[in-house]
């Protein structure tokens, strides 16, 4: 048969791995930087690009799209073009994808700080951004599937499946999510709310986690390890059922983020009852990974890269045991909104995935350097370094966790009220968790920056195979149609595109069986009448609230439990929520529920009024020197953007929330009586008066504090009456 | 558990029928995708889990 030549793009595979190590550095930094938020609040004070809120969803963000993504797409054009035969489909695609990925990262890096974000969780870059991701999301399908219809193999490889599913169900997770209303060049609206946004933001939530961080490195896992290990995966027969059985139920299980809130109860069950089923195929995947493994265990001992292998895919295994016991309404009651999730989140971020990129890193980079890795003691370290740091990271966060979730249903013993009635000493108690935490980090990104040294070391020595040459067999023509005597699968299996579409109806019957009902049935979400839209200034409080990032840390969501109840006051109810564009129930509880701010005569809550947040946005210290909310002054000097207010609104009533066109018109005017009601309330606090009421060139009444103060004094009050 | 589900799809016409289907769904699934897995034969199998090894 003839023979081809041709050669494979390494540079491109080298390119991925260079970004994901760099920003792999910095997106841990900006983590190790919150964790030490959490114990000196103040360290970044007065900088509002620096703050707690505006770097939560930078570190999200570089973790998983840049450090994760970067190795992600290394892994694949690597192993795919071997496994294909082929070079990639476009070397321009191929740089399109590089370069357009990098900018986008580098604009959620300066969007993100500056405040611009939509705050639905790991969805937080801004309209414009989104597009481009779409746009270079189909850049990177052209050039997997082009590769795939030219290559000189005639069956398509399992690991294959995964990044044909990871394509296919990002691009579906990322646009329904995405679907915003533009106000302007940098801001926009949900067109879900409440509820319904809450069911979206968690189907794609749930799924970036299943189809951006787990597929992928499945993928990855079936074609690395029997690599490296020099033999083939346990059982071919177990990947094919764990990839279908994986894909199809995956999509199912977003629904357990929402548990016990005002999501429809019959979703939260399909919910559990999905992510219950998980544990098969994640486990199953797991399994055959570990056991490719078997014989060459003592190839372990002295490999680093095996060893990296072993802890992720154990990593995998835990986090994916963990997953469905969480969904357990039970264990979840105690859970949520708890550092355990924290803890759950990060083994499998740090193990599952930062150790799979690192063993296919020192893997790799010898090999197209042509050259031995610099130090495999350097290597040995890192693993050590790197695992001590995820324990050391995650145990004290369990502990945190069900610390703190056990203190906040504690009574006292006659059953009265609650034994931790102030929030803040249920945070004083998690101190030390927090220093350990900050350690295991501070281990984890040393060993990352071993390997920095470790790689740059390993590429000086060697000399870089930009182009491999290949020379394989020509695959012969066969007929498109199924050959006489060929299975099904078998043909299915070699034609990309009809295999493409099954994926897809795989995922979607899960996705639209939850989020139809939810949008179409109206009785789903029962309207409650005393709810009413936002007043302007309230309006404006609300993307203050959101530009700020206090949803990282505060959630509006009273779960139906008595002591929540206690705390906070009536339970959430969906009704509430129907002029929530976007939702802002938030997923962890830093600082306590916000849900019910604007009552008043809750026991821990009376004396909050206008003078009260004043002077917590100014120095939260000096009203409890034990608070760990960091300081938001700039909110008290910068003045209120209000040029888009009425724009603002006439969105609000294309997503159906029923302002009327006088009430448009009057905003300006209704926005200065509301805040000169806020005003006057400040001005009669003598410390506020002597430092801020003789100054008249922009009065207070015109500062951002002010419409947030409305806004937290409006939460709550429309269904709970304010004594 | 049951009862939560009850209560609110019940307000959709003919949502008896929704467990049959999916039971039937997901059973036929994965009747499926074991029957994909078994029915290749030992050498295929084998020939294809070794692609990853011959691939330079």
Redesign the interface.
């Known amino acids: 048969m003839e023979k081809q030549q041709f050669y494979y793009d390494n540079k491109i595979v080298r390119n991925f791995i260079y970004a994901s190590i760099v920003f792999g550095v910095v997106g841990m930094l900006v983590g190790l930087i919150l964790a030490f938020l959490f114990l000196f609040p103040n360290l970044t004070s007065g900088v509002s690009f620096l703050s707690f809120g505006r770097l939560r969803p930078l570190h999200t963000n570089a973790v998983i799209f840049a450090f994760v993504g970067n190795a992600m797409f290394a892994g694949i054009y690597y192993?795919m073009q071997?496994?294909l035969?082929a070079r990639m489909f476009s070397d321009l695609l191929s740089k399109i994808h590089f370069w357009g990925w990098q900018l986008i990262i580098v604009a959620a890096a300066i969007s993100l700080p500056l405040g611009y974000t939509t705050s639905k969780e790991y969805a937080e870059l801004e309209w414009p951004i989104d597009i481009a991701i779409a746009l270079i999301w189909v850049v990177f399908g052209i050039n997997m599937i082009g590769t795939i219809i030219k290559r000189r193999?005639r069956?398509i490889?399992v690991?294959i499946w995964f990044y044909i599913a990871t394509f296919v169900t990002v691009a579906v997770l990322h646009i329904f999510n995405s679907l915003e209303l533009p106000v302007s060049a940098m801001k926009s609206y949900s067109v879900y709310a409440g509820v319904q946004d809450a069911l979206v933001q968690w189907w794609y939530g749930h799924n970036a986690v299943a189809f951006f961080l787990t597929t992928p490195f499945l993928g990855m896992m079936?074609?690395f390890v029997?690599?490296v290990a020099?033999?083939?995966?346990y059982s071919?027969?177990?990947s094919?059922?764990h990839f279908?059985?994986l894909i199809?139920i995956y999509i199912w299980a977003g629904p357990h983020h929402l548990l016990y809130t005002a999501l429809?109860?019959?979703a939260?069950?399909?919910g559990v009852v999905f992510s219950v089923m998980l544990i098969a195929p994640s486990w199953g995947g797991m399994i055959n990974g570990l056991l490719t493994l078997r014989g060459v265990w003592d190839k372990v001992r002295t490999d680093a890269v095996l060893k990296f292998f072993v802890v992720a895919i154990t990593g995998y295994g835990m986090a994916t045991f963990e997953g469905p016991m969480l969904s357990l309404k039970n264990v979840n009651a105690i859970a949520h909104f708890t550092d355990w999730i924290i803890a759950h989140v990060h083994v499998g971020a740090l193990a599952w995935n930062g150790f799979l990129s690192f063993g296919m890193i020192y893997w790799l980079i010898p090999r197209m350097t042509k050259t031995k890795l610099f130090s495999e003691k350097l290597a040995n370290f890192h693993f050590w370094i790197g695992t001590l740091g995820i324990i050391l990271y995650s145990l004290p966060m369990y502990v945190a966790g069900f610390l703190q979730a056990s203190m906040w249903k504690q009574f006292k013993p006659d059953g009265g009220a609650l034994q931790y009635g102030n929030f803040l000493e249920t945070v004083t108690e998690l101190m030390p968790m927090y220093w350990m935490r900050a350690i295991g980090g501070t281990l984890y990104l040393t060993g990352v920056i071993v390997l920095v040294y470790n790689i740059i070391r390993t590429v000086k020595q060697g000399s870089p195979v930009e182009n491999e040459l290949?020379e394989v067999p020509a695959l012969a023509v066969i007929s498109p149609n199924r050959l006489k005597g060929e299975?099904l699968?078998?043909w299915l299996e070699r034609k990309p595109v009809q295999f493409m579409l099954l994926t897809t109806v795989?995922i979607l019957?899960g996705g639209l069986i939850q989020i139809l009902?939810t949008i179409l049935?109206k009785?789903?979400i029962p309207t409650i009448a005393a709810v009413k839209p936002y007043t302007p200034l309230e309006l404006e409080g609300r993307d203050l609230y959101i530009r700020e990032g206090c949803v990282g840390c505060h959630s509006q969501m009273v779960r139906p439990f008595r002591s929540e109840v206690e705390r906070y006051g009536d339970y959430s109810k969906a009704g509430e929520f129907v002029y929530d564009h976007p939702f802002l129930w938030g997923s962890k509880r830093t600082g306590p529920d916000l849900a019910r701010e604007g009552v008043k005569g809750k026991p821990f809550n009376g004396g909050r009024d206008d003078v009260w947040h004043f002077n917590h946005m100014y120095d939260p210290q000096g009203l409890n020197e034990k608070s760990i909310m960091p300081r938001y002054q700039w909110l008290i000097k910068d003045e209120l953007d209000k040029s888009s207010t009425q724009d603002k609104m006439r969105a609000m009533v294309t997503l159906g929330v029923p302002y009327t066109e006088a009430e448009i018109n009057n905003a300006l005017k209704h926005m200065d009586e509301q805040a000169t009601k806020i005003e006057t309330n400040l001005l009669a606090n003598p410390d506020i008066k002597k430092s801020f009421g003789a100054q008249t060139a922009s009065p207070l009444k015109d500062r951002e504090i002010v419409a947030l103060i409305a806004y937290l004094q409006r939460l709550g009050t429309d269904t709970q009456v304010k004594k | 558990?049951l009862k939560?589900?009850k209560?609110?799809?019940e307000?959709?016409a003919g949502v008896e029928i929704y467990p049959i289907i999916s039971l039937t769904?997901f059973f036929t699934?994965?009747v499926?995708?074991?029957v994909?897995?078994?029915?290749?034969s030992k050498e295929?199998?084998?020939e294809?889990?070794?692609?990853?090894?011959n691939?330079?």
């Open positions: 192993s071997r496994l035969k193999e069956h490889y690991a079936y074609y029997p690599k020099n033999r083939p995966v071919y027969r177990l094919i059922i279908w059985s199809f429809p109860d019959w939260q069950n399909l290949v299975k699968h078998s795989a019957i009902p049935v009785s789903n | 558990m939560f589900i209560h609110n799809l307000t959709i769904i699934a994965f499926l995708f074991t994909w897995a078994f029915t290749y295929k199998i084998k294809i889990s070794e692609m990853p090894l691939d330079e």
